[in-house]
């Protein structure tokens, strides 16, 4: 006898217009992972059909649906209302009946709406959290419940912000190295464009090449178990050879062809993902000089 549980029945979740709705590709270990979008207060609507195996009857406590949004991060112990044990805390999370206690011998289907729904965080797989969305179906039974999840992914689209700001900042070692750099704003949405200078003062190290990175830089819990981690987005070169003094470099980056989110601060008190600039001056010697800045980006 299989000392693993065989599940009596299949479930399958569909969402109305799922084929035509627009999909977004899952990153981190999901990477690859196609998921319908929706959008804040969209309405969830879809079909759950359970089918029992070999045609036996199938008794049941209940069949239900809910759409949960939670937090999942890697250390996680517990749960929150609507989550299952390790999954996370849920700040969302709304349920159905479908059907109440019986027996099924046929396959059926039963239809599902939650309405209108409040998706106050946009979706998000990082280095060490996701912010998660998903419908999840329930077979209540009494020695194993059966369930089946179907993930969406969530955009938040904001508003412009009514003022930005530059940002200009110096990079300088006493009496060797004196630069000034300029982007022409702070505030960014994900399909725009950086552009910025950078002015040489003075220099009198030896200067190999210089770099300009977008990095995101994660953080979840609270102290004393806060945890930070940062990731390179994309790297490139800006300058090769030495400059001479009063030399200008322009910069002009296209964020659209990157894989960006906008910033997060401090989402329901588990984590933010905030994005920042960082220019890296690299001598003959090997040796690093960096300067960073934070940007925020969002959603237009």
């Known amino acids: 006898m299989s000392l693993f549980f065989k599940s009596p029945l299949d479930i399958e979740i569909r969402l109305d217009g799922e084929d035509s709705r627009e999909l977004v590709e899952v990153r981190g270990p999901d990477k690859g992972k196609k998921v319908p979008l929706y959008l804040d207060g969209e309405s969830v609507k879809g079909t759950v059909t359970i089918r029992p195996k070999d045609g036996k009857r199938l008794e049941h406590s209940g069949i239900k649906v809910q759409f949960i949004g939670c937090i999942e991060t890697k250390n996680d112990r517990g749960a929150g209302q609507g989550a299952q044990p390790g999954e996370g805390e ?140 940062s990731e390179t987005l994309v790297r490139f070169e800006i300058m090769d050879g030495a400059p001479v003094r009063g030399e200008t470099i322009p910069i002009r980056l296209f964020l659209g062809g990157f894989d960006l989110s906008p910033t997060m601060r401090d989402v329901n008190k588990k984590f933010s993902a905030r994005t920042f600039l960082s220019l890296v001056l690299i001598d003959e010697d090997a040796r690093r000089y960096f300067k960073q800045s934070e940007i925020i980006l969002y959603r237009q």
């Open 90 to 229: 849920a700040f969302l999370s709304m349920a159905q009946e479908l059907a109440a206690p019986g027996e099924l011998r046929h396959p059926e289907t039963f239809e599902f709406e939650f309405k209108n729904v409040e998706k106050q965080f946009e979706s998000y797989n990082g280095l060490n959290v996701r912010l998660r969305y998903f419908v999840r179906a329930t077979v209540v039974r009494r020695m194993n419940d059966v369930t089946r999840e179907k993930d969406v992914w969530v955009y938040s689209y904001r508003q412009s912000p009514d003022s930005t700001s530059t940002i200009k900042m110096d990079v300088g070692i006493e009496d060797c190295l004196h630069i000034e750099f300029e982007y022409s704003k702070s505030r960014y949405h994900l399909k725009d464009v950086i552009v910025g200078r950078i002015y040489f003062l003075l220099v009198r190290l030896k200067i190999k090449h210089m770099e300009l990175s977008i990095i995101r830089r994660e953080t979840v819990g609270a102290p004393p178990n806060q945890v930070n981690e």
